[in-house]
Structures are given as structure tokens and as C-alpha cells.
């Protein structure tokens, strides 16, 4: 029995690269559940506006940049990943007295590593410095590491981080972009798929994800060997498995109903709606060679 259908969406902007479309509505499939998921353009400083507004038949948000921080602000009540890392990305509507809301990034990066056969580790490094780059120092000290090197554009982007490194028991290190990484048992990488930097570590980590899946020329990381470099959609699966437990059962500690066969599902919308999305980026510069011509 479905029951009543009902309404979620990823907000955020941009919104058309989003692929939690496809995995949510995977789990949905999966699970026999009747949800409707779609994409919402919501600019910075609209989220509130665009929550209050939302009637009974909507059941949660997965949230995207810009909005994690807004999001972390109109939740009634979050859980610990969210409260120290100030981030947001999934809410729950349930309508008792406001939004709860978790960050399942950090989740979604624990569970992109161990998938990778990395469980502990002792040393590690961040690139870059939004709120992505918090996610994934709180990931790490979940991790075991309890040294971490980080390597921003400006010094001055490094006191939230340094911050929440000394809240967590984690040593930070910061350094410029273009400085070399030390060695590392584990990395990752929260530079944006604009940007012209591609990071110089000393050796190889033992495993590095790339947490941005929209770059249109692939990782900047892709001459890694295989083994070491995990692809950014296997962060945006684990963290997407999280909330398809949020969304179906209140809480993401509960395991999904026969969950091993809902990631299967949930993969493989993953590996075809990027096979639409390398297809469509063939057309347009196919498409753009004859308009030039």
C-alpha cells in the first residue's frame, strides 16, 4: 500500500546539476512509497521564506548549496553532526512546532571511504574551506585521524575550521593552495567545479574522494590510480542513503527495509543519470561545434 502521496524536493542554487532526484526516487521505487521529488531553485536568504510557505503534503528538503547554514537556522532541532559542523542538509517537515534537521554529509563521507576499504585512519587532509570542508574534518576525526592538514585560498577562511578542530580534538594545520600536501592516509577535496587549482601532495594519499561530481572535464584528480581516488557520487550516494532513512522512518541511525537492495537500486539510478548527463554534454558541444562553424 503506498498511502498518500507526498511531496519532497533538493533546493538550492544552482539546482539542474542535482542528481538526488534520481536517487530519491530510486529509494521511493524501492520502498513502495509514494513520493513525488523535484528540484527547487531557492536563491541565498530564501529558505525560510520558501519553508513557510509549504503545506501539509510536503514531508522533508534535501538541501544544497547555498543554504546549509539557513537550513541549520530554521531547524527546530538538529542532530550532532549538524550542530558542530553548522550545516544542514537535510529537513524533515514534520509539522510538530518546526523543521528537525541533520547533516548527512558527514555520514556520506564516512561510508565513501569505508566503501573504498578505508575505516581508520590517522593523518588527513582538506582542500578548500566552505561548509563541506567542515563535513569532512568532523568525517575524519570519525574516521580516527587526529591531524589534519588544510589548505585554503585565504588564511582568513580557516577560523571556523580551526575551530570546530579544536571542539573535536583534532589538530589543524592550515596553508595556502598552492603550498604541497604532506603524505596522508586520507583526503578530500571540496574545491568547487570552477575552480582552476589542482592540489600537489608530497605522495599519494592512501585514498582521496573528490567531493564535487558536477565537473564537466571529470576529477581533477583523475590520474590517481584507481584504488585511491573515490568519485564525489559515492559521497553524494551514502549521504543520499542517510536521507531516504530520514525521509521513510524519522531517523538515520534505522536501517531502510531490505536496505542492501534499495543502495543497489538507488546506484544504479545514480550510474544511469550520469550516463544521461555525459550524453547530453556531448549534444551540446556537438551542438555548439555547428553553431561556431
Same mark, same amino acid.
Do not use: C
Given at each position: ?81 549538524? *550542530? ?81 578542530? *579544536? ?127
Amino acid at each position: 500500500m503506498r498511502g498518500a502521496e507526498r511531496r519532497l524536493a533538493v533546493v538550492g542554487s544552482p539546482i539542474e546539476h542535482s542528481l538526488s532526484p534520481a536517487l530519491q526516487g530510486a529509494a521511493a521505487s524501492a520502498l513502495g512509497l509514494a513520493w513525488a521529488y523535484e528540484r527547487r531553485l531557492v536563491a541565498r536568504g530564501e529558505l525560510a521564506g520558501f519553508v513557510d510557505v509549504l503545506d501539509g503534503g510536503w514531508l522533508g528538503l534535501s538541501v544544497t548549496a547555498p543554504l546549509k547554514e539557513e537550513a541549520h537556522a530554521i531547524a527546530r532541532v538538529v542532530d550532532r553532526r549538524a *550542530e558542530l559542523t553548522g550545516a544542514v542538509n537535510t529537513l524533515l517537515l514534520d509539522g510538530a512546532g518546526g523543521p528537525r534537521g541533520w547533516n548527512t554529509d558527514v555520514g556520506g563521507i564516512v561510508r565513501a571511504f569505508a566503501d573504498a576499504g578505508l575505516t581508520t585512519a590517522a593523518t588527513g587532509a582538506i582542500v578548500g574551506g566552505g561548509a563541506t570542508a567542515q563535513s569532512a574534518l568532523l568525517a575524519l576525526q570519525e574516521l580516527g585521524v587526529r591531524q589534519v592538514t588544510v589548505a585554503l585560498r585565504s588564511a582568513a577562511k580557516g577560523e571556523r575550521i580551526t575551530s570546530l578542530g *579544536e571542539r573535536i580534538g583534532v589538530e589543524v594545520r592550515l596553508q595556502g593552495l598552492g603550498a604541497e600536501l604532506p603524505a596522508v592516509d586520507a583526503a578530500v577535496s571540496t574545491l568547487p567545479a570552477d575552480a582552476d587549482v589542482v592540489p600537489v601532495f608530497a605522495h599519494p594519499p592512501t585514498r582521496l574522494l573528490d567531493a564535487d561530481y558536477a565537473r564537466a572535464e571529470g576529477s581533477r584528480f583523475a590520474e590517481l590510480p584507481a584504488a585511491q581516488h573515490i568519485d564525489g557520487r559515492e559521497m553524494l550516494l551514502g549521504q543520499a542513503v542517510l536521507q531516504a532513512r530520514i525521509f521513510a522512518l524519522g531517523a538515520s541511525e534505522s536501517p531502510l527495509p531490505d536496505e542492501r537492495a534499495v543502495v543497489a537500486a538507488m546506484r544504479a539510478a545514480l550510474v544511469e543519470a550520469g550516463r544521461a548527463r555525459a550524453s547530453d554534454a556531448v549534444v551540446r558541444s556537438a551542438s555548439a561545434g555547428l553553431e561556431e562553424s
